[in-house]
């Protein structure tokens, strides 16, 4: 077999599996409606932070709950330098990256010497602050106003460009950008960094013995995730158009650990489906308004006995029962 | 993992978004039921839960009360609910999914600003009309008609003629001129404070502090002795009915009652207030929009009925001003003749609506003119002192 | 009007220390947050608010009735999900107990309604204290408070039970092979921990007026910082943490401005992170 058999399976097959994911997504829109894609868009928005939990929380055994904080940083950066120097979206969006992990740094410093319980209630104390901080810093965020009317992205290089408009275009919008936050996260992860990261969350002081300052590596972490927290707020704020103090409540944390831990914390493919998942869940349950956060509620607690490890491990060990000779013969390959 | 490789996982990743996205597609609403749609969003759950009921009751009141007559044109009208936990995301999806899958042509929402800028893009490109009877960004309608939205209306007053109504009876016939600001920390309560300090010169007033309370917030006492101690003669509130109650109980146990007097704006009018606090609410000067007092026949009659439908509860002003614009939007539909939204559209910007409280009329940005109520509290009865209106004055951009 | 201002925060803070002592033993012994703590807190407001609204009793009598209804059903949520906890990661523990927060505050939406409900009782009554007039209720729950934390601190250091509470917080393991029931430990703190934050929403809530289904948010929020700054699982530091954390915010509000004040309880919950991470009252971090 020439081609691609010629490669070697080992390759032929995730490679094969990957095309037909990519060209699933790219034809999507013609078969998916206005709300459906507006649902996957959402599905973006919180998969960029999610993406980030997941490296500091399942590469790095962090868990913390500032992540929606720094979104917000990223959402207020994008939207504010649209708005006054009306910039392409590349480089609000870059900025957008590099303002939160800035902000993250002076936080990270003193964060990262607690222990487990201590780091997440300081976490959820940094939310606070900064929403206290966009409420009171009227001058540059207009306080609870909020800022509205945030412009489109605009795609172009420095002047012009085309701008996105339609729900079908912000989807694939947010592909790319998804697409390339993937690679970014594959890319750490699978460094000499990532590995050491790894190493981290298995056991710290093994993983100091080896060699190399587990501090700075953790700092990295940390400092990253703001940076992929930051893209999703660009990304959010110039599809809702509209940025307040609302952003930093509560439910939008929430929102994102259950999208990492219910997906599977630690793997790659755990939070994208548990963003999809968890948004068109949270969706398809409008069908019962009264009972919605109810039964929201109710899946959450039954999964984590269900699926401790995330949907993710539920998959593998259905797919276990599933193709069990096939994976037998895939082995010996 | 090793069973899991990449192929089969994003296989069944795809087969699995394909039935939920396929969950989310259910439709609700045959497109030829005869009904008039109409969405309602708002906080239905989490912290502003009690402002989404509100506004679900009053237009669900009204809803009934025009069925029953025989409904508009010989439609029925249908409302569709949707939760938006005043979060902008969780709004657009929910509105999305109303005009998707119920064929919503007509929308009251939302109560909290944010949302409801949200929803002007989403609503301007759908050509469905945003009927907003809750908000107070001013933002909203300075962006609507001639301002850009032309699918947006707000039938809720703002706050730029409020603040100078209350301020100036305050100085001129109470001889209020030391306040102290305690306002509710959003857009409502800080918005209608910037715009009472346009005032403070005109009419000699000067502010002796300056804080604002979360919504949620039950403690007043440490601010109420800074007060105390701050000689002022009144605290220039906006606020909430649930807010006001907490803060006029307060008052009374910090021994302020008949000391110092609330104005501005809080439903401090509402029965249930005064109730709590009646030394406290006596003299309090406000400027509403409504009341549950106000003594016209169709006011009374909405109050009876709300209170006879829901338990004996009493309405606040957000169930009065979802029930009115459910009523506003019928006239509008029979005023136009049609149910086409495009006729409705215009029928709603050159309507002169008779309301509950008055004349009911839009100016060019989409921004209801209405009656405002000068209201002070008198031996427990709220007593009417002036009636203006809300007409907004823009300055030129 | 600063011993004014120090008066009420000696009485705000009760309520804060009252409040979260609940979620410091239960963290102790389970070693998980509970993100549902405040719902407990609504409930017991709730269930007092129904006895006298629907059943006509006097606040006395919703008082006992409140707190059986929740321990009831904190049992069964202990039982079903609380306990199953111990075998938990840290993280997945708070997905269980958000969860069960969003089932709670829906059902009483979904039972009551989503408007705001007026609480009918309670002793409002102003008394003059320390020069300040407060209301008969907040000086009850000071003395109620005051007579909870010493009852909690004479259970875990005198009796028996407090033994075992002990030993499960330091040592699971050892406690498998001692033959402590862990699970029965927790279940019973658990609902111990439920029944204080219940008892607690049903003595302020003559003074918060609103109950609605929503009201617990902000509760669990403000526990997170008390418990930290005690020390977690330090139950006489959430005393000591809950005073100083109402007298703080009182000045805040009272020198600088309301707005400020929510902003207080996280900044001291960082600063007690950074500087003493133990918490000001606790000399060894566990946590």
Not at chain 2, 219 to 227: G, Y
Request: one cysteine or more; hydrophobic letters at 50%.
């Amino acid at each position: 077999m020439s081609g691609i058999g010629s490669i070697g399976p080992h390759v032929a097959k995730p490679v094969a599996g990957g095309c037909l994911v990519v060209a699933s997504l790219v034809l999507l829109p013609v078969v998916a409606t206005s709300y459906q894609l507006g649902t996957l868009v959402v599905s973006m928005v919180f998969l960029l932070p999610a993406l980030g939990l997941n490296l500091i929380l399942g590469y790095t055994g962090m868990l913390s709950l500032a992540q929606m904080g720094f979104f917000g940083v990223g959402g207020y950066t994008s939207a504010l330098l649209a708005m006054h120097f009306g910039t392409p979206f590349w480089l609000n969006f870059l900025a957008a990256c590099v303002v939160p992990a800035l902000v993250a740094i002076p936080l990270a410093i003193p964060a990262l010497r607690l222990r487990h319980t201590s780091f997440v209630m300081c976490t959820i104390a940094f939310v606070f602050i900064l929403e206290s901080v966009s409420k009171n810093w009227v001058s540059v965020t207009r306080g609870d106003m909020g800022l509205s009317s945030v412009p489109r992205p605009r795609l172009g290089l420095w002047s012009g460009g085309f701008e996105v408009h339609t729900v079908v275009q912000y989807y694939y919008l947010g592909l790319l950008l998804c697409m390339l936050a993937v690679a970014a996260l594959v890319a750490i992860v699978r460094s000499p960094a990532g590995r050491y990261m790894i190493a981290i969350r298995e056991d710290e002081i093994l993983a100091a013995s080896v060699g190399g300052r587990t501090w700075h590596y953790r700092l990295a972490a940390f400092v990253l995730s703001a940076a992929f927290a930051g893209a999703g707020g660009s990304y959010y704020v110039h599809y809702i158009t509209v940025i307040s103090p609302t952003v930093f409540d509560p439910s939008y944390t929430n929102t994102v650990l259950v999208v990492v831990l219910g997906g599977g914390v630690g793997t790659i493919s755990g939070p994208i489906l548990g963003s999809v998942v968890f948004v068109a869940l949270s969706e398809a349950l409008r069908v019962a308004p009264e009972l919605r956060m109810m039964i929201y509620g109710l899946i959450l607690t039954v999964s984590v006995f269900a699926f401790p490890k995330g949907l993710i491990e539920l998959l593998a060990s259905v797919a276990k029962r599933a193709w069990p000779l096939r994976a037998r013969r895939s082995h010996a390959d | 993992m090793r069973y899991l490789t990449t192929k089969r996982a994003l296989l069944m990743l795809t087969a699995l978004c394909g039935m939920c996205l396929a969950g989310g597609q259910v439709p609700t609403a045959r497109a030829d039921s005869g009904n008039i749609e109409v969405g309602v969003i708002g906080p239905m759950t989490g912290a502003n839960a009690p402002y989404g009921s509100l506004a679900w009751r009053g237009a669900s009141l009204a809803v009934k009360e025009i069925n029953a007559a025989g409904g508009v044109l010989g439609h029925k009208i249908e409302l569709v609910r949707g939760d938006s936990q005043c979060t902008p995301v969780e709004g657009v999806l929910a509105l999305q999914r109303m005009i998707e899958n119920n064929h919503i042509h007509f929308v009251l929402g939302d109560i909290c600003s944010s949302a409801t800028l949200a929803y002007e893009p989403i609503v301007e490109n759908a050509k469905v009309l945003l009927l907003n009877a809750a908000s107070s960004d001013p933002a909203i309608t300075h962006k609507a008609g001639v301002g850009g939205f032309k699918w947006v209306f707000r039938d809720y007053p703002t706050d730029e003629q409020r603040a100078g109504i209350v301020l100036k009876y305050a100085a001129e016939q109470d001889h209020i001129h030391k306040v102290a600001i305690l306002s509710v920390d959003n857009d409502y309560g800080r918005g209608a404070i910037a715009l009472s300090k346009e005032f403070f010169q005109r009419y000699g007033i000067t502010a002796v502090s300056e804080d604002y309370f979360q919504a949620a917030t039950t403690e007043f006492l440490p601010v109420l002795n800074k007060i105390k101690d701050s000689g002022a003669q009144a605290i220039l509130m906006y606020g909430y009915a649930a807010s006001s109650r907490l803060v006029a109980r307060q008052m009374l146990e910090s021994g302020l009652a008949g000391k110092i007097i609330l104005i501005g704006n809080g439903d401090f009018t509402n029965p249930q207030t005064i109730a709590a606090a009646p030394s406290v609410l006596n003299g309090a000067i406000e400027a509403a929009a409504w009341s549950p007092d106000f003594d016209s026949a169709r006011s009374k009659t909405f109050v009876h009925d709300y209170e006879a439908t829901y338990d004996g509860e009493v309405p606040q002003v957000h169930a009065f001003t979802h029930w009115e614009a459910i009523n506003l939007l019928a006239a509008a539909i029979r005023k136009a003749g049609s149910v086409d939204p495009t006729a409705v559209r215009h029928a709603l910007e050159g309507i002169s609506f008779e309301g509950a409280t008055g004349e009911v009329k839009f100016d060019d940005h989409h921004q209801a003119d209405l009656p405002m109520i000068l209201y002070q509290v008198e031996n427990g009865k709220p007593v009417i002192k002036g009636v203006s209106r809300t007409a907004v004055v823009y300055s030129k951009p | 009007m600063l011993q004014n201002l120090l008066t009420d925060g000696l009485v705000i803070g009760s309520v804060y220390a009252l409040v979260s002592v609940g979620m410091t033993v239960i963290l102790g012994v389970l070693g998980q947050i509970n993100f549902a703590h405040g719902e407990y807190y609504m409930a017991g407001a709730f269930a007092a608010w129904w006895g006298i609204d629907r059943l006509g009793l006097s606040y006395v009598a919703a008082i006992p009735l409140a707190l059986v209804i929740v321990a009831a059903i904190s049992l069964a949520i202990g039982y079903a999900v609380m306990q199953r906890l111990v075998d938990v990661s840290f993280d997945a523990g708070i997905i269980a107990t958000l969860g069960i927060s969003l089932l709670l505050q829906n059902t009483a939406t979904l039972l009551f309604g989503g408007t705001y409900q007026i609480f009918d009782g309670g002793w409002l009554e102003p008394v003059r204290v320390l020069g300040e007039d407060v209301a008969q209720q907040r000086v009850l729950i000071f003395v109620v408070t005051l007579a909870v934390f010493g009852g909690l601190e004479w259970l875990v250091r005198k009796s028996r039970f407090g033994k075992q509470m002990r030993a499960v917080a330091q040592n699971v393991e050892c406690c498998h092979i001692l033959g402590v029931d862990v699970r029965r430990v927790v279940l019973i703190t658990f609902v111990l921990g439920t029944t204080l934050a219940a008892l607690s929403g049903v003595l302020t809530a003559p003074i918060v007026m609103n109950v609605y289904g929503s009201m617990g948010e902000a509760i669990t929020l403000k526990s997170f910082a008390v418990i930290v700054m005690g020390g977690m699982g330090n139950i006489s530091g959430t005393l000591l943490a809950g005073w100083l954390l109402g007298i703080m915010e009182s000045l805040v509000a009272g020198y600088v401005g309301l707005q400020f004040r929510d902003a207080v309880a996280f900044a001291l919950l960082v600063l007690v992170l950074m500087w003493r991470p133990s918490g000001f009252f606790t000399t060894k971090a566990r946590y």
